[in-house]
């Protein structure tokens, strides 16, 4: 089934509007598709979903979604003016229900609250040193006398615990609403061990994500562990050498470098893994991993397409979101190009189609615009907001190997 909806800001392939166009959508077993007709020069143009509708952030949800990028910070970002830098680092990020964004940045935790990012600019808003300092060490205490070694990974949980896999630390810690920070699991020592809270091991946990039961499944050198909130530690997948292999338990082979997972999930999960060159799923039921879309090692490009169809230049970052009470899936957006000139780019789960949002294979920047007039140099992290509309994503005000990080908007 089918419905016209007048079109009044449509861009084209060369980013101008377009007047006097009739825009057709359907969704048909999870699939969505726009056909615009009449193009730019009164030609007619189709794009499905394989193509992707330039800026669509999630054409089966989201209706006005441009795939547009606002940075909201800049380099040397200080609270007060005078004060110290917000973001001296930064590699992971997550949104609690309310809209807050939390940063894992490396030695602290920051919360820059909704309203903060609803301004224009971040000069002179309001921003929340969650837990740690400056300083490096391991303390669990609250706010600002705790330390962390290298915060590298964070996730929100349904009731607003923040979890945070502390990578040179070998430790997951959570903390409180009010700031108090506690060991989840670890004993600090770096190896490899199930056991409960302090008799597990880890070896440099990167990446965290948590369902909707308040189980943490976390990143660790190839590895997919799982910890229960009573802190007991199993593995799912993954054998701790890189790989690629679909299969169950230790038998697959992972080169993950990102994992996301429906907050709201309670049983049967999906754990959805970024690799270098594929989107994966990891059944965290049965411990099957299976590639969705991309390909393994030399199989590199920015191919859009359906499943083995499309190619990723490595990703780096991956977040997803599920309307709740929905039939499907959900979508994913993953940052790709870990080496260069990275985007934006988005999975329909249901369809395995990959697609575009914002950002351009051909050159890196900082340069704010919709689709791929805007440029990224470096994305280590990406959140989605609760309802599925907005991305944050960490990017760098310089192009790697110097990483000066910022704070962009993608709607």
Same mark, same amino acid.
Request: charged residues 15%.
């Given at each position: ?169 070998? #430790?997951?810690? !959570?903390? /409180?609403?009010? =700031? +108090?920070? $506690? &060991?989840?699991? @670890?004993?600090?020592?770096?190896? *490899?061990? %199930? ?27 190839? #590895?997919?562990? !799982?910890? /229960?909130?009573? =802190? +007991?530690? $199993? &593995?799912?997948? @993954?054998?701790?050498?890189?790989? *690629?292999? %679909? ?38 039921? $049965? ?125």
């Amino acid at each position: 089934m089918s419905t016209p909806e007048t079109n009044v800001g449509m861009n084209d392939d060369q980013g101008t509007v377009a007047a006097s166009r009739t825009r057709w959508k359907w969704v048909a077993a999870g699939v969505a598709a726009v056909v615009v007709v009449g193009g730019a020069l009164g030609t007619s143009a189709v794009r499905s979903s394989n193509e992707g509708v330039a800026g669509s952030l999630q054409a089966t949800t989201i209706e006005g979604g441009r795939g547009e990028v606002k940075t909201l910070t800049l380099e040397g970002w200080r609270i007060p003016a005078n004060g110290p830098l917000v973001l001296d680092s930064a590699e992971g990020s997550a949104v609690d229900a309310a809209g807050n964004l939390y940063i894992a940045a490396g030695t602290r935790v920051q919360k820059i609250t909704a309203a903060t990012l609803g301004n224009t600019t971040l000069a002179t808003a309001a921003n929340t040193t969650l837990a740690g300092t400056l300083s490096s060490g391991y303390v669990d205490a609250t706010g600002t006398a705790a330390r962390f070694k290298g915060a590298q990974g964070v996730a929100v949980g349904k009731d607003g615990t923040v979890y945070v896999a502390d990578a040179f630390d070998n #430790r997951i810690r !959570k903390i /409180t609403a009010a =700031g +108090v920070v $506690t &060991t989840l699991a @670890g004993s600090g020592v770096a190896g *490899f061990a %199930d056991g409960s809270g302090t008799a597990a091991k880890f070896n440099a946990p990167t990446k965290i994500a948590v369902d909707g039961s308040g189980i943490v499944y976390v990143l660790d050198k190839s #590895r997919i562990r !799982k910890i /229960t909130p009573a =802190g +007991v530690v $199993t &593995t799912l997948a @993954g054998n701790g050498s890189r790989g *690629f292999a %679909d299969g169950i338990g230790s038998a697959a082979g992972l080169d993950t470098r990102g994992i996301a997972i429906d907050r709201n999930c309670t049983s049967a999960c999906v754990l959805y893994l970024a690799d270098y060159f594929a989107i994966r799923s990891l059944d965290t039921t $049965t411990g099957q991993v299976t590639t969705l879309a991309g390909n393994n090692y030399g199989g590199s490009g920015t191919a859009n397409g359906v499943g083995n169809t499309a190619f990723f230049n490595q990703l780096s970052a991956i977040t997803m979101h599920k309307d709740p009470g929905s039939v499907g899936p959900g979508v994913v957006w993953v940052a790709d190009g870990r080496n260069g000139n990275p985007v934006i780019r988005q999975f329909d789960i249901a369809s395995r189609t990959v697609t575009s949002v914002a950002g351009n294979t051909a050159s890196t920047g900082l340069v704010d615009g919709i689709g791929s007039a805007a440029k990224f140099n470096v994305l280590p992290g990406i959140s989605v907001t609760m309802d599925g509309k907005t991305l944050y994503a960490i990017d760098s005000a310089q192009p790697s190997p110097y990483f000066r990080p910022v704070i962009r908007k993608v709607t």
